[in-house]
């Protein structure tokens, strides 16, 4: 009879949303920890030093691993995000990048 089924379907259909939700809220809670600062700074340290060690080669591009700590350190040291946002190189406008006031004696 499908006066019968209907409401199945119907319990079906929202026993899927809820199941796709709980899914969600899941994953969303239990992705990877945040960065702590100590991390993040071994991480420019790190990219400053290859930039120092190659004589701020200008061709060296910052990896995303480096940049997806810009809004830590900068928070953690008083600086401006952009700054690390649009320093993109080891040599910004023909000048080492500011690797050394922050992260390594130069």
Known sequence: NKAVAI??????????????LLVYVFIKTSSSPALSFQECRSRWVEWCTLCKNTNWDEHFATPDYVKECNEIVAKELGIDKSWLDDNVNCKVDGT??????WFIRC
Request: proline fraction near 10%; include cysteine; glycine fraction near 4%.
């Open 96 to 101: 080492p990048s500011d690797c050394c006031a």
């Open 7 to 20: 409401p199945y379907i119907i319990a079906l259909v929202i026993g899927i949303i809820v199941l796709a």
